[in-house]
């Protein structure tokens, strides 16, 4: 069923371009202040601590044990039980950021690449703040651009989302993480899942989604303080296209396949920032005298006045044909696994990536394939003492260190 009624509104919405929309002044003075409330109400914790559930499909078979020290190596990250270390959830996202230093093009270490890339989130679950947003949300211009980008379907809330930026923070260029009739976000890695929509293998089974994107801070007329959202509506070989950060704005676009990013944050501060491990329990929370602090594995450390913070209103909705479309999603989703899409990959691409011992060669494999990404220029010369072994790969880290 799911399946049927997609190939319907595939045909329906075949002049559908994926883009932006961009609104301003969306929200009255007392709007802003329970949005700003709702903040500060709330514990955020950076990326790395996602809500998707801990299971056995997290990774592509790469899995090995956490090391004495519980961390993991660069390219891996600790899983939700605890015990192994898997893939980064986007490690297709991290490949490029490292290599190039991303939209930017920061010269960093490793280390700082993630502690940059690592901004506060919080997922609002809480029923009455949930409604409180939501009322909001429709009382506002951002609804009818919602409502135009969906047509007569229907609109479900799916995720809502603070994001809190520091100064020297980014978001890499990436996809966002799609939805289909027939695999949970629980039943693979993440950036397997945004190959899988890029690859259009199964894209008469993949539900649309469209976000928005509204800021409780920024200044058009600062032009230094970084942190422009640039996206490429006309696909990764198009031009690029940037909106600043202004207060009270808002953004409407189809993340899941439109490349977009954050520029760097207020870049002249970045050097003040705390060091942020992708390991740690890493926290930010508002604490009086708009003021908000970092915690760092229950630790207190640097205190941010609020102005020098970037903080955004992430709202994610799927966008339905009609009831029968949305109970057939409901009920069919979950069917498949990460073996499942392997199969069908392996399948397109003629390459067994189900069973090979090297499993990086089977993810570059599908990245290579399946993943691209606009070029953001330049090579990070920062992350060479990292890939010398040994005690020369330590000498170069400390010679490094000096302009890194």
């Known amino acids: 069923m799911c399946l049927f009624l997609n190939l319907i509104f595939l045909a329906q919405v075949s002049s559908y371009s994926p883009g932006v929309q961009y609104l301003e002044n969306i929200w009255s003075d007392s709007m802003m202040d329970s949005i700003r409330e709702a903040f500060r109400e709330s514990t955020i914790t950076d990326m790395a601590a996602d809500d998707i559930p801990a299971s056995q499909f997290d990774n592509i078979g790469e899995a090995f044990p956490v090391g004495p020290d519980g961390r993991c190596p660069a390219e891996y990250t600790v899983n939700k039980q605890g015990d192994s270390c898997v893939f980064i959830g986007r490690i297709d996202v991290a490949t490029l950021y490292v290599k190039t230093g991303g939209i930017s093009r920061q010269r960093k270490s490793i280390d700082g690449l993630y502690s940059a890339a690592n901004p506060f989130i919080s997922r609002v679950q809480n029923s009455e703040r949930r409604e409180m947003l939501a009322q909001i949300m429709a009382k506002s211009p951002v609804n009818d651009a919602l409502r135009n980008t969906c047509e ?140 908000w602090q970092i915690f760092i594995n229950g630790k207190g450390a640097k205190v941010y006045d609020e102005s020098e913070l970037r903080m955004s209103f992430i709202s994610r909705y799927i966008c339905f044909r009609d009831e029968e479309e949305e109970a057939a999603f409901n009920e069919q989703t979950g069917q498949k696994n990460t073996k499942d899409v392997l199969s069908e990959m392996s399948v397109a691409l003629d390459e067994d990536l189900v069973n090979g011992e090297n499993r990086k060669e089977a993810r570059d494999a599908i990245l290579t394939n399946y993943l691209q990404y606009p070029a953001t220029g330049g090579f990070n010369y920062c992350i060479l003492p990292e890939l010398v072994p040994g005690t020369a790969g330590s000498v170069f880290k400390f010679i490094f260190s000096y302009f890194c």
Not at 214 to 232: I, K, M, P, R
Request: aromatic share 8%; hydrophobic share 40%; proline share 7%.
């Open 152 to 291: 007569d379907g229907i609109l479900k809330n799916v995720v809502m989302t603070m994001l809190v930026m520091l100064p020297g923070q980014t978001v890499p260029v990436h996809y966002d993480i799609p939805l289909f009739c027939d695999l949970t976000k629980a039943n693979a890695p993440a950036w397997l899942q945004v190959a899988y929509a890029l690859s259009g293998l199964n894209k008469e089974r993949e539900i649309r989604q469209v976000q928005t994107i509204t800021y409780l801070t920024g200044n058009a007329s600062d032009s230094e303080q970084g942190g422009d959202f640039v996206y490429w509506p006309e696909g990764p070989k198009g031009p690029m296209k940037s909106l600043p950060v202004v207060s009270n704005s808002a953004i409407v676009t189809d993340g899941v396949h439109v490349a977009h990013a954050v520029k760097v944050w207020k870049p002249e501060s970045s050097a003040d920032a705390p060091m942020l491990n992708k390991d740690d329990n890493n926290e930010i929370k508002y604490i009086g005298d708009e003021k």
